[in-house]
Structures are given as structure tokens and as C-alpha cells.
């Protein structure tokens, strides 16, 4: 003991620790930690050892620490949820069409600043139009006009949940023309793969393409034109073979020597074009389902994550940004919500049991952590936390004999020396 401050000393060389009473054990913990920085359970378990003591150590740092909400809001798990994969399967061309934006890009002088991609699932064809806004009039117009009134109405049309495609009017525009209309879980945009894939492709080609930063607007039916000739890894076709029954003739096809195509009537030639189109669907699907089926059993290796159940609480990682705080100091996990029901084999409809106005909304496996209830036995005080010593700080210890301390003092489990 120490002017009334109990102390215990393994060895003569070490330094003594501070015991820490059972019900001032959380106190102290949690002024340590955010002294630190909040950091992980072993180096608050270094640090702690080095100065405290108490019993039952390893068990109670682990748990404070993964109960600590600032951990929680702030930090991703040493490994991420990940679900199997669930993939989109388009049996036809024009089934499955999906849309997303790019942008803002650089304005150009047409006053272009937003770049709307739609691709049909089965065959990879691409639009892509320039848009001057992301507003949900511009972007049903542009699927409308570019689409729509070009190729059919898709039996289905797939977006991630942003206000430019999920909207009343989309709704409608949708329901008059008989599509259905089918949407990404929250905070998930790969649930939009093909077409975040074909993004990047556009992407990759506008940098080719591109003279100046803000011709690129003009560039984009030469990229599309680059895209469509060109073989596409999972059909093992051009989108262009597969959407029109014909390959693109680009500009170097005009020097090269041509076989002349028969001459057939008219009648011939619909039946022989039908059946070179059934023909090259037929091929198409064979080889879409052997690369989704190689796809998966890829994925596949990296599947992490305990099963979710009605009742339980999770940790939701979101992409929202706080006001007036930089995006690298946002805190990504929101929570803690409660899981209502299960949606399909990877999506759960939950709620956040901290705004009680909030909607219930339907999120993927991906975007969850598991919440840990606080299942230490102490009860803290934060009136008494001022009391404390600061653990931080180095305690003096009189030098010579005569510290008082022995060279190793025990607890009993009461919390009394022996």
C-alpha cells in the first residue's frame, strides 16, 4: 500500500501495478483506451498489463474492447462479411437491362457533366448517353429515348437505390410499359456487377479515346463502337454478333478483302438470320453459364461469416457522409439495428434500433458486423471516474527499501491481499 493506493509487484524489477477495484475496472479501461486512440485488444492489452492489474485481465479487454461503440462505428473486422455468390442470369437479349451513372465528370462546353450506361445482361450491348444532370426526368427521358425507343421495352430494368432511377416516375414509366423494375440492396452497388464492370471498361476506353478533358462527351460513340466490335470474355462473342446477327465492319475491315455474302431473297434471309441468332444465343448461354459457374466457385473460396438471425443485432457499414467532415473521417458502421427478417440467401430487411422513425430497409450480408453485448460483470461509474489515478501517467514510487511494497502481492478473489 501506497498513501491508501494498493499496488501489487511480481519481481523486484518490475514495476508495480495499480490494482483496480471490480467495479472501477470499466471506468479505468475506457479512460486508457481513448487515451490511446482506441486501439485493438492486443496492444490494449499490452498496455495494460504494464500497468494494472486485476483479475480475469484477458477476458475483460476483450470484451470492452470489442463492446467499445467508437471501435464499433469507426473500424472494419480483421475480416469482412462475405456471402456466396448470387449471380443475374439473362436467358435472352433484352431481358435484363441495367442502368447506372458515371460522374460528375469534367464539363464540357455542351454542358455535359453525367455519363448514363445501359447494358443488357445477356449480350453486353452498351448505351451510353451524355446527360447535363442526374435528375430523375433527364435520366427517364434518356432511357426512353436511347433505349426504349430503339431496341423494345426490356422485361426488366435493375439500378442501384439512387433517386435518379428510383423514383415515382421511373416507377411509372416502368409499370405503363410492362417492365419490372428491381433494385441493388442499400450500400451494395456490386448487386449491379455487369454494369459496374462494363463502367470500368468505358472508362478504361475514354482514356484511349480522350484528347482534352472536356471532349469526352464527343469520344463516347467511338468507345462504344470499340465495345461492341470487340469479343467479350463471358459470351465468347462480340455484343455486336449477338444483339444484330452481324459483326461490326469497322474502318480496317474496308481494306481488307471481303467474301461477298449470298444474294438471298428476302424470306431466305429472315429464316437464315433467325436461325444464326438462335444459334449464337444458344452458345452465348453455354458459355455465360460456364464463366458465372467459374466466377463462383472463385468467389466462393473468400465465403466468411456467421449465419444472421431474425432477433439479432449487426453493425450496418454505410457510405453516408457527415456535413463538413472529410470523407477519410467519416465513421462507415451505423447501428446498432435489428435484424426483422430474412429477404433471400444473402439479404436481410433490418432496422436501426437508434432512430425510431427510421424505415426498415433491405441490406446484403456484405455490409453487416456482428454487434457484442457488454457481458462484463462490472457496473461503471463515470461520476467516479475523476477519482482515478491516471494510469497514463507514471507513478513516483520512494526509492530504497522502504516502498511499502512487497516483492509480490496476491488477491484473493474478494479483491483482498493474502
Avoid at 467499445?68 to 472494419?76: G, Q, S, Y
Wanted: include cysteine; aromatic fraction near 8%.
Amino acid at each position: 500500500m501506497i498513501q491508501g493506493v494498493m499496488y501489487v509487484q511480481h519481481a523486484p524489477s518490475f514495476p508495480p501495478k495499480l490494482v483496480i477495484p471490480t467495479s472501477q475496472v470499466r471506468n479505468v479501461f475506457q479512460k486508457l483506451h481513448a487515451e490511446l486512440g482506441h486501439p485493438g485488444v492486443s496492444k490494449m492489452l499490452e498496455a495494460v498489463r504494464k500497468r494494472l492489474w486485476w483479475p480475469h485481465q484477458h477476458r475483460d479487454v476483450v470484451n470492452f474492447c470489442q463492446t467499445c461503440e467508437l471501435c464499433a462505428r469507426c473500424k472494419n473486422p480483421k475480416q469482412m462479411n462475405r456471402a456466396p455468390l448470387q449471380s443475374i442470369h439473362a436467358g435472352f437479349p433484352n431481358e435484363i437491362v441495367g442502368v447506372d451513372l458515371i460522374g460528375p465528370l469534367p464539363e464540357t462546353p455542351r454542358g455535359n457533366k453525367y455519363l448514363l450506361v445501359m447494358v443488357d445482361y445477356f449480350s453486353k450491348w452498351c448505351e451510353a448517353v451524355p446527360l447535363k444532370t442526374m435528375e430523375a426526368t433527364t435520366v427517364a427521358e434518356a432511357i426512353l429515348k436511347h433505349w426504349i425507343c430503339q431496341w423494345g421495352a426490356p422485361n426488366q430494368i435493375h439500378s442501384d437505390q439512387g433517386t435518379s432511377f428510383d423514383n415515382a416516375l421511373m416507377h411509372e414509366l416502368c409499370r405503363s410499359l410492362g417492365i419490372d423494375k428491381t433494385r441493388t440492396t442499400a450500400y451494395h452497388p456490386q448487386g449491379n456487377g455487369q454494369v459496374e464492370r462494363t463502367n470500368r471498361t468505358l472508362k478504361e476506353l475514354l482514356k484511349a479515346f480522350v484528347h482534352t478533358r472536356n471532349d469526352w462527351d464527343i469520344q463516347i460513340p467511338f468507345c462504344l463502337m470499340a465495345y461492341r466490335a470487340s469479343v467479350h470474355s463471358s459470351t465468347a462473342q462480340t455484343p455486336n454478333y449477338l444483339w444484330t446477327g452481324r459483326e461490326f465492319r469497322l474502318p480496317t475491315d474496308a481494306r481488307l478483302p471481303t467474301i461477298q455474302p449470298e444474294r438471298l431473297a428476302v424470306n431466305e434471309f429472315v429464316i437464315r438470320l433467325r436461325e444464326t441468332i438462335l444459334q449464337n444465343e444458344r452458345l452465348a448461354r453455354d458459355h455465360l453459364r460456364t464463366a458465372q459457374r467459374h466466377q463462383k466457385d472463385y468467389y466462393d473460396k473468400k465465403v466468411f461469416g456467421s449465419p444472421v438471425h431474425p432477433g439479432d443485432r449487426v453493425w450496418l457499414q454505410t457510405t453516408v457522409q457527415t456535413p463538413g467532415l472529410p470523407l477519410k473521417f467519416r465513421k462507415q458502421w451505423t447501428g446498432p439495428c435489428e435484424v426483422l427478417n430474412v429477404r433471400g440467401p444473402s439479404t436481410y430487411l433490418i432496422r436501426d434500433i437508434t432512430k425510431p422513425n427510421a424505415q426498415p430497409m433491405v441490406v446484403h450480408f456484405n455490409q453487416l458486423k456482428p454487434y457484442f453485448e457488454n457481458t462484463d460483470q462490472s457496473t461503471p461509474n463515470a461520476a467516479n471516474t475523476d477519482d482515478i489515478p491516471s494510469v497514463a501517467a507514471e507513478v513516483e514510487i520512494p526509492a530504497g527499501g522502504g516502498t511499502g511494497i512487497a516483492p509480490r502481492t496476491e488477491l484473493n478473489s474478494s479483491g483482498g491481499a493474502v
